[in-house]
């Protein structure tokens, strides 16, 4: 072993000079291999998802700590963004809308941008880097400490108690968190409207709810629950995952999961808005 | 270095009276490119302290994973009480893995349970109708018995790398476990605390009639708890024996280990 090594070290410039300087075919190509490997894999990973969501045993317990961990330790962080979300759009939006003398639809159009698209992503990209990294970050952590064969010794189906819970509580939570943060948003709005203006608390919003449609609200909601469930299984898939013997692991895969979480988020965004469209004509 | 290429066949002689926990034949494993277990051979018999030996990156801790099943192997036999584990069926693996004590060597602690629910999950896991007192007793005896009894409301990232190692062997041996399979219990403990969990293993294996293997480099260790060695090297048990016979063995690779 010595011998190689003081082998190596002799060889070290021979060595540099050898790696081929134009390889970028031989990287394309393997970066081609990777992405449908990795899109085959989480495909995997889903199904295996929906297979053990189903079985028992049910972790109840758990699934109650996360959604806690998941949902409650986010209301402050989405509180104070959905309120300077409110502000801001409002005191932007209101020189436009004055120009063509609509400042009295300040309240309505502001109402509209945050319930049917604004809110739901904003929110969903907030807990993508809140959650999903976390989520990558301590499954990832788990898996290098050896914490996930511990469970499988101890009669523990791990991806039962840690993949299928956190997966359902961030499915189920940041719906929740939308609807709070939107109303939050909602305030701030109303606090902006009144800075320049004097509009009673019970106008500025009986004015939003009589122009509020079912269709403005609905498919707005209906969409972060897909969002929650591609944040929650993203950032497992990664913390689960992660490749033990690397250097960095955990840090790689809490960055991996806020990153493809994130563009997720606008790919279901974009399909979400093609459907509905679909659906109104 | 002298080379041993043939595989030694365990003697099942030593205990003619006794049962077979665990059997391997002919087991082989390879990671990809990397053949880690060539041709591995051993017998562990009932109550019997097997200790193995081997250098850093041999397969030592995959060759103790298979037998509880967290990697699989390539080849070869396996029989845990005297069931081959590739013909049961993933229930009935569950269930015997209940018999088997684990000791990961990095002590694999729950970072975001306290030490209490450290030692609480494996309990509350598999004694479904456990009460909360006698749950209480065993977390407190089994504390009790690494020397840990007042770190019990602190979190594992406030303990030494020491404590860790102790509250870890502490989780495995709450269930008294029949097999209990250790991968390096005393390194990174200074040589007072080695012997106490040394003589903390033999305790366990007289008082529930535990069957060990032992992973170890501490030859301490080895020569207090050992009723038989087997040392590993490039994929096959090298050499088997008692501590006396394989501490002055003719190979001089395998003396190396003792001096
Ligand atoms: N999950 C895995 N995937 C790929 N290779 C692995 C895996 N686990 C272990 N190996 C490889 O198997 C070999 C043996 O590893 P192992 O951990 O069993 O060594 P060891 O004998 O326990 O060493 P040490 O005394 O340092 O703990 C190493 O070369 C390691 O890289
Ligand atoms: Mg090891």
Request: glycine share 6%; charged share 20%.
């Amino acid at each position: 072993m010595k011998k190689r090594i003081l082998e190596h070290f002799k060889n070290r410039k021979d060595k540099e000079e050898t790696i081929p300087k134009n390889n970028s075919g031989i990287i394309s190509h393997s970066v081609f291999n990777k992405f449908f490997l990795e899109v085959a894999s989480i495909t995997i990973f889903t199904l295996r998802f929906f297979k053990e969501a189903i079985k028992p045993p049910y972790e109840i317990n758990e699934l109650m700590k996360q959604s806690f961990l998941i949902g409650f330790k986010s209301l402050s962080l989405v509180a104070v963004t959905s309120f300077i979300l409110g502000l801001v759009l409002t005191v932007q939006s209101r020189p436009t809308l004055a120009k063509f003398g609509a400042e009295s639809m300040l309240p309505v159009m502001v109402a509209v941008s945050i319930i049917r698209e604004i809110g739901p992503v904003i929110i969903a990209l907030i807990f993508a880097g809140k959650v999903g990294s976390g989520i990558g970050a301590e499954l990832a952590s788990m898996n290098v400490t050896e914490q996930i064969d511990a469970m499988q010794v101890s009669h523990t189906n791990p991806f039962n108690y840690l993949v299928v819970t956190r997966v359902i509580s961030a499915t189920f939570m940041l719906p929740l968190l939308v609807i709070f943060g939107d109303t939050i948003g909602l305030l701030g709005s109303y606090v902006a409207v009144n800075i320049k203006g004097n509009v009673s608390f019970s106008l500025f919003f009986s004015q939003i709810f009589q122009s509020l449609e079912f269709m403005d609200v609905f498919p707005a909601i209906l969409k972060t629950f897909f969002f929650g469930f591609a944040i929650g299984l993203i950032g497992c898939y990664n913390g689960y995952y992660a490749n033990k013997g690397t250097e960095g692991v955990v840090g790689k895969a809490a960055n991996s999961a806020v990153v493809y979480a994130s563009l997720m988020v606008f790919v279901i965004d974009m399909m979400a808005v093609q459907i509905l469209t679909l659906f109104q004509n | 270095m002298t080379n041993i290429k043939t595989s030694i066949k365990t003697e099942k002689s030593s205990n003619p009276n006794g049962e077979i926990v665990v059997e391997m034949e002919h087991l082989k494993k390879s990671f990809e490119n990397n053949n880690v277990l060539l041709d591995i051979n051993l017998v562990l018999n009932k109550k019997e302290n097997l200790v193995i030996l081997g250098k850093s990156g041999t397969g030592k801790s995959v060759l103790i994973k298979c037998i509880v099943g967290l990697v699989e192997h390539d080849e070869g036999k396996l029989k845990l009480f005297g069931q081959s584990i590739s013909e049961l069926k993933e229930k009935e693996l569950t269930n015997l893995r209940r018999k088997i004590g684990f000791l990961f060597q990095s002590g694999a602690l729950y970072d975001s349970m306290t030490v209490r629910e450290n030692l609480e999950f494996p309990l509350k896991r598999q004694l479904i109708s456990i009460s909360k007192k006698e749950i209480n007793t065993l977390v407190e005896e089994a504390l009790e018995n690494v020397g840990l009894s007042d770190t019990i409301e602190l979190s594992p990232s406030e303990l030494s790398g020491g404590m860790r190692k102790r509250l870890g062997l502490a989780r495995t041996l709450i269930l008294k476990p029949e097999i209990m399979l250790y991968d390096e219990p005393t390194t990174g403990l200074d040589p007072i605390t080695s012997k106490e969990i040394s003589k903390l293993i033999i305790e366990v294996q007289e008082k529930y009639n535990t069957s060990s293997i032992i992973i170890t480099h501490d030859i301490e260790c080895a020569k207090l708890t050992a009723n038989r060695m087997i040392v590993i090297k490039d994929g096959i048990c090298a050499a088997e024996g008692l501590y006396k016979d394989l501490e002055s063995s003719s190979d001089k690779w395998v003396k190396s280990f003792f001096e």
